[in-house]
Structure formats: C-alpha cells, structure tokens
T-cell receptor, first 110, second 114 residues
Framework: NAGVTQTPKFRVLKTGQSMTLLCAQDMNHEYMYWYRQDPGMGLRLIHYSVGEGTTAKGEVPDGYNVSRLKKQNFLLGLESAAPSQTSVYFC?????????FGPGTRLTVT | AQSVTQLDSHVSVSEGTPVLLRCNYSSSYSPSLFWYVQHPNKGLQLLLKYTSAATLVKGINGFEAEFKKSETSFHLTKPSAHMSDAAEYFCVVSEGSRGFKTIFGAGTRLFVKA
C-alpha cells in the first residue's frame, strides 16, 4: 500500500494564480482532511470530508475549496492564491481513531 | 471547547538520557489523545494514542505516554534518547473518532546531543 500520497511536492505560485492539490489514499478510508502547517502553530484543519461527495469546513477554510468526487481522492483548490497561503499542506485520512498523513506539499505564493 | 498546550517549544537532551515532552489538554468530553512525530521535511507519523483504555500507553520506538485525567496531562516519555529521535513532536486532542474535531498542539522540537 502506498498509504496517503500528495501531488505536487513543491509549487511556487504568483499572487492571483490558481492551483489544485491532489491527495490520494489506498486504504479505503472514509474520512479525509486537509491541513496547513505554519511555524509555531501546529496543524490547522482547512476542510474535511466524511465520505464520497461530502465536504465540510474546518478551522481555516477561507480562500480554499475542496472536492471529494471519488472516495480515494480529496482535492484542495486555491482559486486566487495570496501570500498568506504560503504554507506546507498536509492531507490525512482515517477510518477509526488516529489519522494517516501524506508527505506534504510545500507551497510558496509570491 | 477543546484545546491542547505543549509546555515547551524546544527540549534538548543528551543521547542516552530520558526524554520528557509535556502536554496539557482541555476537553468537554472524554477525548482521544495522540502523539505524532515529524522528522524534517516529512509527514506526521503516529507514535501512540489513548482512547479510554489503559492510561499508560506504549507506542513505537520506545515511547510511552500516561493519561492523567486529574491533571489533564498526557506527557510523552522515553527512557533513553537516541539521535534518531531528534524531530518535532505534536500532541493532539480529538473528540470522538471522526477526526474533524481534532486540535494540534504547536509542537515541541526535540534536540538530541551526542
């Protein structure tokens, strides 16, 4: 099993550009999550999904959209990137207690 | 509302000496508690979890944590530090098993000196 994978690993965007981060898991987990990690702030939940076709807002959802069209994939979109969205983004999935994390995507917005 | 506080942003120990990383939490419900480790430029790996069973929880790589409800603490310990333990550690509290009410601590960076 590959576990949780994320693409791309790195990306540099200019302010106002858009992009989509892809998360895939092969563990048949129902729940999937997107977090951002900023220095000294731990991880903060952006959006999450409790199943295919469903999404919900987390702690810091503004400026992001998500979709879960297939159970194994969870996409995070930035429609108009801002420098404040420079961060490391982690995807996670879970079935019961405890989450499995992907390796992260480092995004820089200039 | 729930919250988690990691009491030290940095901890430095010598190789072979004990490790103590401190975590206090608050929760309105009976929480699940976790410790994750993150090595540089890597994702987070689950070290151990407490889910209302035994209060002393053993995890991977010789780490363990004790849930103390009276003190609202969930400190992480290891008897003897190894150089490979140098990483950032996150204490996490979650209400229920679904994960979307999960709060991460700010992290404690562990340095291990030779």
């Amino acid at each position: 099993n590959a576990g949780v994978t994320q693409t791309p690993k790195f990306r540099v965007l200019k302010t106002g550009q858009s992009m989509t981060l892809l998360c895939a898991q092969d563990m048949n987990h129902e729940y999937m999550y997107w977090y951002r990690q900023d220095p000294g702030m731990g991880l903060r939940l952006i959006h999450y999904s409790v199943g295919e076709g469903t999404t919900a807002k987390g702690e810091v959802p503004d400026g992001y959209n998500v979709s879960r069209l297939k159970k194994q994939n969870f996409l995070l979109g930035l429609e108009s990137a801002a420098p404040s969205q420079t961060s490391v983004y982690f995807c996670a999935s879970s079935y019961g207690v405890g989450q499995y994390f992907g390796p992260g995507t480092r995004l820089t917005v200039t | 509302a729930q919250s988690v506080t990691q009491l030290d942003s940095h901890v430095s120990v010598s190789e072979g000496t004990p490790v103590l990383l401190r975590c206090n939490y608050s929760s309105s419900y009976s929480p699940s508690l976790f410790w994750y480790v993150q090595h540089p430029n890597k994702g987070l790996q689950l070290l151990l979890k407490y889910t209302s069973a035994a209060t002393l929880v053993k995890g991977i790589n010789g780490f363990e944590a004790e849930f103390k409800k009276s003190e609202t603490s969930f400190h992480l310990t290891k008897p003897s530090a190894h150089m490979s333990d140098a990483a950032e550690y996150f204490c996490v509290v979650s209400e229920g098993s679904r994960g979307f009410k999960t709060i991460f601590g700010a992290g404690t960076r562990l340095f291990v000196k030779a």
